[in-house]
């Protein structure tokens, strides 16, 4: 299998400027071959040559001889792995996506048409995609020489290099803001994790991730506190920000810049960069906690449990305004939009989603109708049963519990119905179903017990102990 880890790089002036004319030119290259895919294509519909090819293959050749035309002879000065790497293969890709796009039905801006890269606005990055060379702490990059990096020893402690023994495939070196890092995806063995049975019911909100399977559950907290602290720093530089200036922006000759229809160019100040890149910094922090965060949990989770279930959500449309039209304004539209903000700076529903689709043995979607409106106990159905956000009260019963847990119950019956076939271990045509009683067989399996450990997140230590 492949997994990927990242490095920070440290390198010195000169093999920066060299990043730098990297970056730029796997831009210019992806550029230029997407404006010659346009007119070529133009020429197509006109009925003036044959369709042209998109593959990165195509792209490849492409590259080949614009590297070869007058004007152009600061490419050659490059490595041509890396700029075709960075500029044509991915062109090929996107292209590919495009293609697969239409042929799924989407329309419109839902197509991923290839785009035009901007500086400022694209991420600085270049691609090393063969022969790929780490010697302990350093990396290879052709044409600029070794650089040093904050690689660890092998072992599964903190800030450590979890895959020291695989085969480094590609290495993607980038830039955010003043550091460099890269991205390093590795061939490794499939892990030896021993498969069993156990069976998690796992809900999702914007403040925790509740788990409730046989025997026990528990909540895991999202560090909302150390997000909050870098939020509100973000905000913090924002507002200051926008009290400074945007000045006009002149061109050569000292005369204002003007739009088509006149109206001047303004850019911001050097003081309002300065904040806004602070705001950005912070903002970065608090992205970089939600991640590590849902990272640590969803790997625990992968090795705790051979099924995981989860509610189908549509976290994009869960984060819609309610403000409505001016025919039929939206209702509680100042409560959505605070929830709106809230999903959107602690939540971490969707990333948890997409990393156990490849860390988990198998992942389990149910529907999530009432699932916060049932009764765990008896299995009673009402919106008042839920008056509090935390609490359930089960009106019929009496039921009290935690509501986020009382829903992660709910969750896990609706996966073992689905596992179990209604209770019973056989197949669809009343045949035995072997894969059901081996099923039932490892639910009682203790491998390692989840209810003696601690879920407990604690900055960037692990969430299970």
């Known amino acids: 299998m492949h997994r990927a880890s990242r490095y920070r790089l440290y390198p010195n002036q000169t093999q920066e400027r060299q990043f730098a004319r990297l970056c730029g030119a796997g831009r210019f290259v992806y550029n230029e071959l997407l404006a010659n895919q346009k007119l070529e294509y133009a020429r197509f519909e006109a009925g003036e040559r044959d369709r042209p090819g998109c593959s990165e293959f195509d792209f490849g050749r492409r590259y080949a001889r614009l590297k070869a035309q007058e004007g152009h002879e600061w490419l050659r000065e490059l490595s041509a792995v890396v700029v075709r790497g960075t500029g044509a293969f991915p062109l090929g890709a996107a292209f590919a996506h495009f293609s697969r796009r239409i042929r799924e039905g989407h329309r419109g801006k839902q197509t991923g048409f290839p785009r035009f890269k901007v500086k400022g606005r694209s991420r600085e990055s270049f691609t090393i995609p063969e022969d790929v ?111 400074r200036e945007r000045i006009e922006l002149k061109d050569a000759n000292g005369e204002p810049v003007r739009t088509k229809s006149g109206k001047l160019v303004k850019v911001a100040s050097n003081r309002r960069q300065r904040l806004q890149q602070r705001a950005a910094k912070a903002k ?16 625990d989770l992968s090795r705790l449990f051979g099924h995981i279930v989860l509610e189908e959500l549509d976290v994009q449309a869960m984060r819609r305004s309610a403000r409505g039209t001016k025919e039929k304004p939206g209702k509680c539209v100042k409560a959505k939009a605070a929830l709106n903000r809230k999903m959107a700076q602690f939540s971490c529903m969707g990333m948890v989603d997409r990393f156990l689709q490849y860390k988990a043995w198998d ?82 399996d203790t491998v390692s017990d989840p209810s003696t450990m601690q879920w407990n997140y604690q900055g960037s230590s692990p969430g299970f102990h």
């Not at 992205?287 to 969803?298: L, T």
Request: charged fraction near 30%; aromatic fraction near 10%.
């Open 133 to 243: 060379k780490i010697q302990s702490k350093r990396l290879w990059v052709p044409k600029v020489g070794w650089i040093r990096m904050n690689r660890k020893a092998a072992s599964r402690t903190r800030g450590a290099d979890p895959w020291d023994g695989g085969e480094a495939k590609v290495a993607v070196v980038y830039r955010e803001f003043d550091k460099w890092y890269v991205s390093v995806l590795w061939e490794v063995e499939n892990p030896e994790w021993r498969w069993h049975g156990r069976v998690c019911g796992l809900d999702r909100n914007s403040e925790n991730l509740a788990a409730d399977w046989i025997g026990g559950q528990k909540l895991i907290q999202i560090p909302y506190d150390r997000i909050e602290k870098y939020e509100t720093r973000a905000r913090h530089y924002q507002w200051r920000a926008s009290h």
């Open 284 to 299: 970065r922090k608090a992205a970089e906690i939600r991640k590590d965060f849902s990272h640590q949990s969803s790997a």
């Open 363 to 444: 992942l389990i979607r149910v529907s999530a109708r009432n699932t916060s409106r049932t009764c765990a106990e008896c299995g009673h159905v009402e919106k008042d049963n839920r008056k509090e956000q935390a609490h359930f009260r089960c009106l019929a019963c009496g039921h009290t519990d935690n509501a986020d847990l009382n829903a992660a119950r709910n969750i896990l019956d609706l996966g073992l119905n689905r596992l179990l076939a209604g209770g019973a271990p056989v197949t669809g045509r009343g045949e035995d179903n072997e894969a059901g009683a081996f099923f039932m067989e490892c639910l009682v």
